[in-house]
């Protein structure tokens, strides 16, 4: 698995988003996700959605993934 590869699924998978993926050792990885479906959301409501455009990758492929899930309002 690649960083590349995870941001493009994240962004497909919640349309209007933008992510940022890092990751050296291809299993564990780390993604800021800005994304207006995330407004009035709490943060793990927000991780679900970006943990729902992975599926089966998590716990998989992607051994871990940690988030920072933001809207554009939020970024500062």
């Given at each position: ?30 993604a800021t ?11 793990l409501a ?31």
């Open positions: 698995m690649d960083a590349e590869t995870i941001q493009k699924l994240i962004e497909t998978g919640l349309p209007g988003a933008r992510a940022s993926v890092a990751g050296e050792d291809g299993v564990h990885f780390e996700v800005v994304a207006e479906v995330f407004r009035g959301k709490l943060p927000r991780h679900r959605l970006v943990y729902a455009t992975l599926g089966d990758l998590m716990g998989g492929a992607i051994h871990a993934l940690a988030l920072k899930t933001v809207t554009a309002d939020e970024l500062g």
